[in-house]
């Protein structure tokens, strides 16, 4: 019996392809579990239209995660720490201390599960981080950790909007 599958199955395949399983199978655990459907002719049809609005999702929630990852891209952070001796900072770093400053700077709100940091931050200086978007869509993003001593001399948060805004306002 041919079915389609509504569920990824680890033996059988991935959602939306239509296998050959045995009709029992098929008729005992498959289709009562709500794994698959039967293969029939408007099954297809309703399940090529659902296809379609899925890769037209898709194609929007890329687009969006390629605006934020601009202005992600564009951006700088700072992110004042204690420190000590040759610009070693007490403890590291966090993925909640990054939300936090992009959040300050404005930047759009980032679930912070998608913060990915490669190596633990543990000294003074610029770090680039990614931020996972979607499964193709990453962002660099740069930090700038500085001491809560020397908080003066780093860099401002920066963003394309805030440069914009300024030069207006000069004008």
Same mark, same amino acid.
């Given at each position: 019996m041919k079915v389609i599958l509504k569920k990824d199955h680890e033996l059988l395949g991935d959602e939306g392809q239509i296998v050959d399983v045995k009709n029992g199978y098929a008729r005992n655990f498959l289709i009562p579990n709500g794994v698959a459907v039967q293969a029939t002719e408007s099954n297809l049809k309703i399940y090529d239209e659902i296809r379609k609005? +899925?890769?037209?999702?898709?194609?929007?929630?890329?687009? !969006?995660? +390629?605006?934020?990852?601009d202005k992600?891209? %564009?951006?700088?952070?700072?992110?004042? /720490?204690?420190?000590?001796?040759?610009?070693?900072?007490?403890?590291? $770093?966090?993925?909640?201390?990054?939300?936090?400053a992009m959040l300050a700077a404005g930047l759009e709100a980032v679930d912070r599960k998608?913060? /990915?940091?490669?190596?633990?931050?543990?000294?003074?200086? !610029?770090?680039?981080? @990614?931020?996972?978007?979607?499964?193709?869509?990453?962002?660099?993003?740069? $930090?700038? $950790?500085?001491?809560i001593d020397e908080l003066e001399k780093a860099p401002e948060?920066?963003?394309? @909007?805030? $440069?914009? !805004?300024? %030069?207006? /306002?000069?004008?």
């Open positions: 609005q +899925r890769r037209r999702k898709i194609e929007k929630q890329m687009e !969006e995660s +390629r605006s934020v990852a992600i891209t %564009s951006a700088n952070i700072r992110i004042a /720490v204690k420190s000590g001796e040759e610009g070693r900072i007490f403890g590291s $770093v966090t993925s909640q201390m990054i939300h936090d998608k913060i /990915v940091i490669k190596e633990a931050i543990k000294t003074l200086g !610029e770090h680039i981080i @990614d931020i996972k978007l979607q499964h193709s869509v990453i962002a660099p993003l740069k $930090v700038f $950790v500085v001491s948060v920066v963003t394309e @909007d805030a $440069v914009q !805004e300024e %030069s207006k /306002v000069q004008e």
